[in-house]
Structures are given as structure tokens and as C-alpha cells.
């Protein structure tokens, strides 16, 4: 019973962690997209959001630059990037 709760805790504290960042995410994207000149017209970075980890949603969030993005960014937010935003 426990082991139960101690899952249900688990589960519930990582779903809250995703919502609190929902929006944000693809807010911040939308803002670098304008600073670079580009538009996302096609849900990019909607698409990038929901495609990343909570953990990778923090991270995300804390990064300042583009040279912050090169030596932080995971992966997996490298590959989302890449998905949701395929070269023309």
C-alpha cells in the first residue's frame, strides 16, 4: 500500500512539475524565433514543448544564450529541435 502511494506521489508531483511550465516553453521559443527574424507558422515551438521533459523544460528555460544552448541543451532537446523544426 505504500509502495502504492509512494508511486501515486511520484507520478501526481511529475505531472504537476510538466504543467508548470506549460506555455512557457513555447513562449520563450516564440521569442527567440522573433529575435532571430524567423516565424513559426507551423507550431514549431508548440511541437518542441510538448516533446521535452519536464527536466528538459527547466533546462530549456534557464538558458541565456546561444553558446548556453551549445553547451547545455540535452540531446533529447537537441533532437526535439531538430523534429519540430526541420531545415527548409
Known amino acids: 500500500m505504500i509502495g502504492k502511494t509512494i508511486a501515486a506521489?511520484?507520478?501526481?508531483?511529475?505531472?504537476?512539475?510538466?504543467?508548470?511550465?506549460?506555455?512557457?516553453?513555447?513562449?520563450?521559443?516564440?521569442?527567440?524565433?522573433?529575435?532571430?527574424?524567423l516565424e513559426d507558422p507551423d507550431g514549431g515551438c508548440t511541437c518542441f514543448e510538448d516533446s521535452l521533459s519536464a527536466e528538459d523544460q527547466a533546462l530549456y528555460l534557464s538558458l541565456e544564450s546561444e553558446d548556453d544552448w551549445n553547451a547545455r541543451a540535452s540531446d533529447d532537446m537537441k533532437s526535439a529541435m531538430a523534429?519540430?523544426?526541420p531545415a527548409p
Not at 507520478?11 to 532571430?36: K, L, N
Open 9 to 37: 506521489c511520484i507520478f501526481a508531483s511529475s505531472v504537476f512539475v510538466g504543467a508548470a511550465y506549460a506555455g512557457e516553453v513555447a513562449e520563450f521559443c516564440g521569442a527567440v524565433i522573433d529575435e532571430m527574424g
Open 83 to 85: 523534429a519540430c523544426f
